[in-house]
């Protein structure tokens, strides 16, 4: 169980430094200099992907956490 969770754990940590662009938004931001509106599109693009990971897994917890809770009483 702890090998699942660390594993979780890690794993979240490498989606963290992942390059999130489609072809056309690469092509696009390749050309202009400084990259810096690259780089805030991959951390739009990043926020907008987490958030429905984060949606699923504190539902999933909740009901993890009330079935074992009603479950021990």
Known sequence: MKTKIL??????????????????????LENEEG???????????????SIPYILVFGLGFFVYWKYFKVKKS
């Open 35 to 49: 990259q810096s509106a690259a780089k805030g599109i991959n951390d739009g693009i990043l926020y907008l992907m």
């Open 7 to 28: 594993f979780i754990i890690i794993s979240c940590f490498f989606f963290l430094n992942s390059n999130a662009q489609c072809a056309m938004c690469r092509a696009v």
